[in-house]
Structures are given as C-alpha cells and as structure tokens.
C-alpha cells in the first residue's frame, strides 16, 4: 500500500510568474495560465490538472480548482474566489463574452473595429461556496457565501447565501447549515 502522506511528485507550475503567490500551494505544470501577471493566489491551494485561465484572477487561502476548470474572458474579465472555495472537475466559468447578436464577428482573432461587442466582467465565488461537476457559469455572477450550485447546472444570475443550486437555469432548492463550517474557519484564524 502506497504511503498516503508522500508528498506529489508530479510537475508543478513556475509560480514565480505569478503577481503573488502564498505557501502551500501545488499548480500542476499542466495547467494554461494565460495571464500570469494578473493572477494572485492565497495559501494551502491546490489547483490540478489542466485548468485553463485567460482572466485575471484572485484565488483566496484553502481552495481547490478540480482537473479540467475552463475559466474564459481575457485580461479585462476577472475570476474572484473566496477562501474556502472548491470548484470542481469540467466546470465552465465564463468571465467575459461575446454578445453574439451580430455587431461584428465573434472571434478574437480578428480586428477590434471588426469584433462583436464584449461583455467583460466579474464571477466571484464566496467563502466556503461550492461549484459541482460541469457546471457553467455566466460574466457578472456572484456565487454567494457558503453557497452551492449542483453538477451540471447553469447559473446565469447571483446566488443567495448558503442556498443549495440545481438545474437549468440553476434554481435554489435548499438552505445548508453554516454554523459548523463558520466554526472551523474560526479556529483556523478566519
């Protein structure tokens, strides 16, 4: 039986291009992090396999970014997550997007004077919120605090806090207790 406390011995990210990163941190070497510059992460974070992110970002202390995160919308969109944040495997965070009603063409590829009109904005992800498999998110969403959106759900406006998310669109159907959760961030000084 293979010994569970070993430390990873796979390739890791150069977090020296990174604005600020904390201690404690794995970022796989297979990850795409198109914008360095504009990305800071907090302590004790794990960020896996194949996440890929064109935004700036602020990743807090105690999150996990799940294999194959797709996080969208360029340097003038932002990616906000709160400490105590899991994001799981497949998800989908778009921060910025086209219009896609016919103003111009929607690819970055071709001349701003050209281009569809782009929403640029803001996902942030509260303190101890949670984000199931394969779940979409749109520009301009808050995932309140402590709050929860179930696998393969779509969210396209702000979520209350700690209220448990499903569907499509995503559609609250559930309170979940906080006291416990608050506690244990107490006692690890937040």
């Not at 990616?79 to 965070?93: H, K, M, N, W, Y």
Request: glycine share 12%.
């Amino acid at each position: 039986m293979a010994d569970q406390n070993l430390p990873l011995k796979s390739a890791q990210y150069d977090t020296s291009l990174l604005k600020s990163c904390g201690e404690d941190v794995f970022i796989s070497g297979n990850v795409e992090i198109r914008r360095p510059h504009l990305v800071t992460v907090g302590s004790h974070v794990a960020i896996d396999s194949g996440v890929y992110l064109t935004t700036a970002a602020q990743i807090g202390d105690y999150t996990h970014l799940s294999p194959y995160l797709t996080i969208i919308g360029g340097a003038q969109s932002t990616l906000i997550v709160e400490d105590f944040v899991t994001i799981a495997s497949g998800s989908r965070l778009i921060c910025g997007s086209d219009r896609f009603m016919g103003d111009g063409f929607t690819s970055v590829t071709v001349p701003d004077e050209y281009r569809d009109t782009v929403d640029y904005g803001v996902i942030r992800c509260g303190r101890f919120s949670g984000i199931g498999t394969s779940v979409v998110i749109m520009p301009n969403v808050t995932i309140g605090e402590g709050s929860v959106i179930g696998a393969c759900s779509l969210v396209t406006k702000d979520t209350e806090p700690w209220t448990v998310y499903v569907g499509v669109p995503a559609r609250p159907i559930k309170m979940r207790p906080r006291e416990k959760m608050l506690g244990y961030a107490k006692k690890l000084g937040y």
